[in-house]
């Protein structure tokens, strides 16, 4: 083994391009704990030697991280300093800790940025934890994650499919099945979920594409309604369909009733593995569904879709997409275990939705630009 090496770096194979023997080069010498001090003091390279280290310390203690923010929203810190500043003593009391514990957890909260420390003492809320009080979907979502960390407690076994039974695909009881017999005790601990997770996103698929030529939208898949609500309010003149399990579709027209829209919306419960969506609407949407489930389900999916629209009608997918540049910790990590916990669905990318699209007869893919591409991209398709 030449000098320097460290063991278990690859080698190139004799004839490589440059291109692999450099990189080949490049990871002995990363790997290599004399190089790692070195670039450490060297001017040239510091930065980029530091900022590693940080990376690689983040990666391992993530799973803190994500705990340090779960106790904030849990203990309503955001809420108690939405007002304005507040002291130690103050929060200590609010939150029902010891000045102790309460002065260690605004440490870890300022050091993530979610808190800011004021010169007289007292904490303010930074620009993570404000925009947490603006999103509350967010904080639904985090504290749901107990049951991923539960199931990611040994994630080779999961990845071997050695792990059994998981708490999401409990959680999401239609995963991997039609659902049609679900009963409403089993569908109402993930509606609110599911219910924020769209709102999130609602105004962002409005924006894209407005649904201003429409005369009728369907959402299939659509929960409880949020993203027909917001729809609704979008576009005054549109009727509104909601297609969903039929446990789920009672409490979807029960919310939309309390909305002022009963003369407008109609949920329809169904699956569209166990038959044909109804026909009638012009648009079509899935907010966050396809990714729900693998490809041959999706297939049907859109199948149904295609035979449910008129000619020169629309269907519109918004959701987490693989591939989107500055997204793939979200798409091909976050979603990429999420989903493997859930037991079904992946994040696909344009490319993969477009060929699938094609495949189910639409003949006309475009993407309409977002704001925030990271949290959802839209496809239509007619």
């Given at each position: 083994?030449?000098?320097?090496?460290?063991?278990?770096?690859?080698?190139?194979?004799?004839?490589?391009?440059?291109?692999?023997?450099?990189?080949?080069?490049?990871?002995?010498?990363?790997?290599?704990?004399?190089?790692?001090?070195?670039?450490?003091?060297?001017?040239?390279?510091?930065?980029?030697?530091?900022?590693?280290?940080?990376?690689?310390?983040?990666?391992?203690?993530?799973?803190?991280?994500?705990?340090?923010?779960?106790?904030?929203?849990?203990?309503?810190?955001?809420?108690?300093?939405?007002?304005?500043?507040?002291?130690?003593?103050?929060?200590?009391?609010?939150?029902?800790?010891?000045?102790?514990?309460?002065?260690?957890?605004?440490?870890?909260?300022?050091?993530?940025?979610?808190?800011?420390?004021?010169?007289?003492?007292?904490?303010?809320?930074?620009?993570l934890g404000a925009a947490l009080i603006?999103?509350?979907?967010?904080?639904?979502?985090?504290?749901?994650?107990?049951?991923?960390?539960?199931?990611?407690?040994?994630?080779?076994?999961?990845?071997?499919?050695?792990?059994?039974?998981?708490?999401?695909?409990?959680?999401?009881?239609?995963?991997?099945?039609?659902?049609?017999?679900?009963?409403?005790?089993?569908?109402?601990?993930?509606?609110?979920?599911?219910?924020?997770?769209?709102?999130?996103?609602?105004?962002?698929?409005?924006?894209?594409?407005?649904?201003?030529?429409?005369?009728?939208?369907?959402?299939?898949?659509?929960?409880?309604?949020?993203?027909?609500?917001?729809?609704?309010?979008?576009?005054?003149?549109?009727?509104?369909?909601?297609?969903?399990?039929?446990?789920?579709?009672?409490?979807?027209?029960?919310?939309?009733?309390?909305?002022?829209?009963?003369?407008?919306a109609r949920a329809i419960g169904g699956?569209?593995?166990?038959?044909?969506?109804?026909?009638?609407?012009?648009?079509?949407?899935?907010?966050?569904?396809?990714?729900?489930?693998?490809?041959?389900?999706?297939?049907?999916?859109?199948?149904?879709?295609?035979?449910?629209?008129?000619?020169?009608?629309?269907?519109?997918?918004?959701?987490?997409?693989?591939?989107?540049?500055?997204?793939?910790?979200?798409?091909?990590?976050?979603?990429?275990?999420?989903?493997?916990?859930?037991?079904?669905?992946?994040?696909?990318?344009?490319?993969?939705?477009?060929?699938?699209?094609?495949?189910?007869?639409?003949?006309?893919v475009r993407e309409m630009p977002t704001?925030?591409?990271?949290?959802?991209?839209?496809?239509?398709?007619?």
């Amino acid at each position: 083994m030449a000098r320097g090496a460290a063991i278990g770096t690859p080698r190139p194979a004799p004839g490589e391009g440059w291109r692999t023997r450099w990189r080949a080069f490049r990871t002995r010498m990363v790997a290599d704990p004399r190089f790692q001090r070195w670039a450490a003091g060297f001017p040239l390279t510091r930065r980029i030697a530091r900022a590693n280290t940080r990376a690689l310390f983040d990666l391992c203690a993530g799973f803190t991280y994500s705990q340090t923010l779960f106790a904030c929203l849990r203990l309503d810190l955001f809420g108690a300093l939405a007002p304005g500043p507040l002291g130690l003593d103050g929060l200590a009391a609010r939150m029902g800790l010891s000045a102790e514990a309460a002065s260690r957890l605004l440490k870890a909260a300022a050091a993530l940025g979610l808190v800011a420390p004021l010169p007289d003492g007292r904490y303010a809320l930074a620009d993570l934890g404000a925009a947490l009080i603006g999103n509350p979907a967010i904080g639904r979502m985090v504290e749901h994650h107990a049951m991923l960390y539960d199931d990611l407690r040994d994630p080779v076994a999961l990845l071997r499919g050695e792990a059994g039974p998981t708490r999401l695909a409990a959680y999401w009881p239609y995963a991997g099945q039609d659902g049609t017999t679900l009963g409403a005790e089993a569908v109402a601990p993930y509606g609110g979920l599911m219910a924020a997770s769209q709102a999130l996103i609602a105004q962002d698929i409005l924006e894209a594409y407005p649904l201003i030529r429409h005369r009728c939208l369907m959402d299939v898949g659509g929960g409880e309604g949020a993203f027909l609500t917001a729809a609704a309010r979008a576009a005054p003149h549109l009727q509104l369909r909601l297609f969903d399990l039929p446990a789920v579709a009672a409490r979807a027209q029960a919310h939309l009733d309390r909305e002022g829209l009963a003369d407008r919306a109609r949920a329809i419960g169904g699956s569209f593995l166990a038959g044909p969506l109804p026909a009638g609407a012009d648009a079509i949407s899935l907010v966050r569904v396809v990714h729900d489930h693998d490809d041959e389900q999706v297939r049907i999916m859109l199948r149904a879709a295609r035979v449910a629209l008129p000619q020169h009608a629309a269907l519109i997918i918004a959701e987490p997409m693989s591939g989107t540049p500055g997204a793939e910790p979200i798409t091909d990590a976050y979603f990429g275990f999420y989903l493997l916990a859930m037991g079904t669905g992946r994040c696909r990318t344009v490319a993969e939705l477009t060929a699938l699209l094609h495949e189910a007869g639409f003949t006309k893919v475009r993407e309409m630009p977002t704001r925030r591409p990271l949290l959802a991209r839209v496809l239509v398709s007619t």
